[in-house]
C-alpha cells in the first residue's frame, strides 16, 4: 500500500510501478576517522551514520527528524554521493545507483537537493536565471531552451521572472532565495527532491508560505519529498511517514499520525513531548530529554538511547534492538517492542505488537 | 491620498536587470574619497609613463658635466641634475616607465600562474592539494628579498631576469592566497549543489569558482605590485636588475646616494616617487577590499 501516491505521473519514467520503492537504502554507514598522533593514523571514527535501512515510496513525502548530529543531513547527502559513504547500497526506482543501468550522474538528474541555508546555496556571481539554467546546461540542454526553463520556473514558485531573473542573490530576502533554490533543484525535472532543512531558516509566515509551495509542485510535477527536519510541527504538516533518527541509526519509522500519536520508542515519545504546545494544560513544564545526545565516537552499548531513557532495565545496556514492527507499517528500534527481549514491558511471545 | 500613492507603487513594475557585480564595486569604489584620490596618482602616473616623450622637457640620457649635481629650482632644470648633470624632471618621468613595469609585470605573471596553482590545490583538496602547498611553502622558507636577490643573482643580472625572480617570488604568495579563498568557496552550497546536479571539476570551477576566488585574489595581488616595485628597486639599486644608463627610480636612488650630503633633497626624489606609487597602490588595493565586499 502506497500513501500519498499522486494521480498521475507527468514524466512517464516509472519503471517498477507504484509497488517499488522510489528509494531504498540498504545498510548505509558512514564513519568519518579521527586522525591524530604524530603519525597521522587513525585513532577512532565518528559514527555518524551506522547502519541506516529504509525506503522511500512513490509520491510520498517521508519526514526525518532527530536532534542535532543524529546524522539526517549526512544522509541525504551520502544519498547523493555529495560524501562517500563507508557502506551500503542505494536503490532509485529497482535500479541500483552507481551501476551501467543507472550511472550517478543520470542518478543525481533525478534525485536533486534544497539546503537549508538560501544565501550560501547560491553563487553570489550569478544571476537567479543563470544559477537555475546551470543544471540542465550541463546536462546538455542548449542555453537558450535553459534559461527559458528557468523562467517557466521562477514564475511556478511564485517569483515574477521580469523582476527577478536578472537579479542577484544578494537582492532578493531569505524567502525569495529558497524559493529559487526550489526552482533549481525542480531544473532538472527530478523525481525525488530531498529537502535538508529547507524551510528552518525562514521565519514563520515565509515558512507556511515555501510549505504550501512545495505542497503544489509536488502534485504539479508528481515529485516525492525526503524532508529532513528538526521541526516536528512542519513534519507532521507535511510528512506523510516519518522516520525517526538518534545518533545515526533509525529508532522508528511509520506514518505520520500513527507516530505522532502513539509513538513506541521513548525517544520519539520525549522528542514529541519537547513540542511547545499552546495550550496551557499542555505545558511541558521539565525537559523531557536531559543533557546532550551521547558521543558518536564512542556510542553506548546496547540501546543508544538507554543512557536517557526513563524506561531503561538490564538488558538495554547489552542488547541492541533491531527494528521490528511495531504495528501496519511501522516499526520501532526499541527492545520494549521486541517480543520476549527480556525486557519488562515488551510483549510476550510472538506476533503481538505492544 | 495614501491609498492612492500606494496603489501606484503597487503597479506592475517594468522589467529589471539588476547591475552587474562590477558596476556595484565601481560604484561603492566612487564613494571610497581616498581610493579614488589613490587611483587618479595611479593614472597620472602611468600617463606620464607613456606621455614620457613629450612631457619631458630633455633627453633623460644626455649630460653635462659641466652642471652636475644642481640643486631643485634652478633655471631650466625645476627639479635640478643628477650626478652625470642629467635633468631630473626628465629621469623621473622616463623612469615611471621602467619602475611601473617592474612593479606592475610580475604581479601579472605571478596572478596567473599562482591563481592556477592554488585554485587547483585548493579545489582538488586532500592529499593533492597538501603536497602541492607543502611544495609551495619550500619558497616561504626564503625571505623574499633574500629570495629574488638570490634569483637574480643566479639568473644574472638585467631587467628580464630580474622579471623572472620577482614573478617567482610572488607566485607562491598568489597560490597561497588563492588556495584559502578556493578552499572557503568549495565548502558553499552552491558548489555542492553544483556537484550534485552532476556537474563535473572543470565545469564547476569555471562556473561557480572563478568567479568567486578571482576577486579577493585580485585585491591581494594588487597590495603586491607594490611591493614588487621596491623589490626592483632594491634589485636595481644592488645593480641586478635595470642596468644603467636607463632611468628607473630604483636605479636613481642607488646612484644618487653618493651625493646625499651635497644635494639631500635631490638624491631623496626617486625614493619620493617610489613612496607615493606604492602608496597609491596599497590604498587603492584597501579601497578595493571595501568595494568588494558584497553586504548580504
Redesign the interface.
Known amino acids: 500500500m502506497i500513501i500519498g501516491a499522486p494521480a498521475h505521473d507527468p514524466f512517464e519514467r516509472d519503471r517498477g510501478g507504484p509497488a517499488t520503492p522510489l528509494l531504498t537504502v540498504k545498510g548505509l554507514l558512514k564513519h568519518f576517522p579521527i586522525r591524530g598522533g604524530a603519525l597521522g593514523r587513525v585513532q577512532a571514527h565518528v559514527r555518524a551514520v551506522d547502519g541506516v535501512d529504509f525506503e522511500v515510496m512513490k509520491g510520498e513525502t517521508l519526514g526525518v527528524v532527530g536532534e542535532s548530529g543524529c546524522g539526517k543531513s549526512t544522509t541525504a547527502r551520502l544519498l547523493l554521493s555529495l560524501i562517500d559513504p563507508t557502506a551500503g547500497e542505494v536503490f532509485f526506482d529497482g535500479m541500483k545507483v552507481g551501476s551501467p543501468e543507472l550511472s550517478l550522474k543520470e542518478f543525481r538528474r533525478q534525485t536533486q537537493m534544497v539546503f537549508q541555508d538560501s544565501y550560501s546555496s547560491l553563487n553570489p556571481r550569478l544571476t537567479i536565471e543563470a544559477s537555475i539554467a546551470f543544471a540542465p546546461q550541463v546536462h546538455g540542454v542548449p542555453k537558450r531552451e535553459a534559461v527559458a526553463r528557468a523562467r517557466d520556473l521562477l514564475a511556478r514558485v511564485g517569483l515574477d521572472p521580469v523582476r527577478f531573473a536578472g537579479r542577484y542573490p544578494h537582492e532578493l530576502s531569505g524567502g525569495q532565495r529558497q524559493r529559487v533554490n526550489i526552482a533549481r533543484a525542480l531544473a532538472l525535472q527530478p523525481r525525488l527532491v530531498l529537502l535538508d532543512e529547507a524551510v528552518s531558516a525562514l521565519d514563520k509566515s515565509v515558512e507556511a508560505q515555501v510549505l504550501n509551495l512545495l505542497m503544489d509542485l509536488k502534485d504539479e510535477f508528481g515529485l516525492t519529498y525526503l524532508f529532513i527536519s528538526h521541526d516536528l510541527n512542519v513534519v507532521r504538516f507535511i510528512s506523510d511517514r516519518v522516520m525517526v533518527m538518534y545518533l545515526g541509526q533509525v529508532a522508528e519509522i511509520g506514518p505520520s499520525d500513527v507516530v505522532f500519536d502513539r509513538a513506541c520508542h521513548p525517544y520519539t515519545t520525549a522528542l514529541l513531548s519537547s513540542m511547545p504546545s499552546i495550550d496551557p494544560d499542555h505545558r511541558t513544564m521539565e525537559a523531557p530529554l536531559a543533557g546532550d545526545p551521547p558521543n558518536p565516537i564512542n556510542p553506548p552499548s546496547g540501546c543508544r538511547f538507554h543512557t536517557r531513557c526513563s524506561f531503561v532495565e538490564q538488558v538495554c545496556s547489552s542488547v541492541q534492538p533491531r527494528l521490528t514492527e511495531a504495528g501496519p507499517q511501522h516499526e520501532a528500534a526499541c527492545l520494549m517492542v521486541v517480543p520476549g527481549s527480556g525486557h519488562s514491558k515488551a510483549p510476550v511471545g510472538t506476533g503481538v505488537a505492544a | 491620498m495614501a491609498a492612492l500613492a500606494q496603489h501606484t507603487l503597487a503597479a506592475p513594475?517594468?522589467?529589471?536587470?539588476?547591475d552587474g557585480?562590477w558596476i556595484g564595486v565601481w560604484r561603492r569604489l566612487r564613494r571610497d574619497p581616498v581610493a579614488m584620490v589613490a587611483l587618479a596618482v595611479i593614472v597620472a602616473l602611468i600617463l606620464m609613463a607613456i606621455l614620457a616623450p613629450y612631457l619631458a622637457p630633455a633627453d633623460p640620457l644626455r649630460g653635462q658635466s659641466l652642471r652636475r649635481l644642481r640643486p631643485i629650482g634652478t633655471a631650466g632644470f625645476p627639479l635640478g641634475t643628477d650626478e652625470l648633470g642629467r635633468d631630473m624632471l626628465s629621469r623621473l618621468i622616463w623612469g615611471a616607465r621602467l619602475s611601473l613595469f617592474m612593479g606592475i609585470t610580475p604581479v601579472i605573471l605571478a596572478f596567473f600562474v599562482g591563481s592556477a596553482i592554488g585554485i587547483t590545490a585548493g579545489y582538488a583538496g586532500g592529499r593533492v592539494g597538501t603536497v602541492i602547498m607543502r611544495t609551495i611553502d619550500v619558497f616561504y622558507a626564503f625571505p623574499s628579498v633574500l629570495l629574488a636577490v638570490a634569483l637574480s643573482g643566479a639568473l644574472g643580472s638585467g631587467t628580464g631576469n630580474a622579471l623572472v625572480s620577482l614573478t617567482v617570488v610572488f607566485v607562491p604568495q598568489i597560490a597561497r592566497v588563492a588556495e584559502a579563498v578556493t578552499t572557503q568557496v568549495r565548502q558553499?552550497?552552491?558548489v555542492?549543489?553544483?556537484?550534485?546536479?552532476?556537474?563535473g571539476p572543470v565545469?564547476i570551477v569555471r562556473?561557480?569558482v572563478l568567479?568567486?576566488v578571482l576577486g579577493p585574489i585580485f585585491v591581494y595581488a594588487t597590495s603586491l605590485i607594490s611591493v614588487s616595485m621596491i623589490l626592483a628597486s632594491g634589485l636595481s639599486f644592488l645593480g641586478l636588475g635595470v642596468q644603467p644608463p636607463n632611468p628607473e627610480w630604483g636605479l636613481m636612488l642607488n646612484t644618487l646616494r653618493t651625493a646625499i650630503y651635497v644635494q639631500p633633497w635631490l638624491a631623496a626624489l626617486p625614493g619620493v616617487m617610489i613612496f607615493f606609487t606604492s602608496i597609491a597602490f596599497n590604498l587603492l588595493a584597501d579601497g578595493l577590499r571595501n568595494a568588494m565586499d558584497?553586504?548580504?
Open positions: 513594475a517594468p522589467a529589471e536587470k539588476a557585480y558553499r552550497d552552491y555542492e549543489a553544483a556537484r550534485a546536479s552532476g556537474a565545469t562556473v561557480h568567479g568567486n558584497v553586504k548580504q
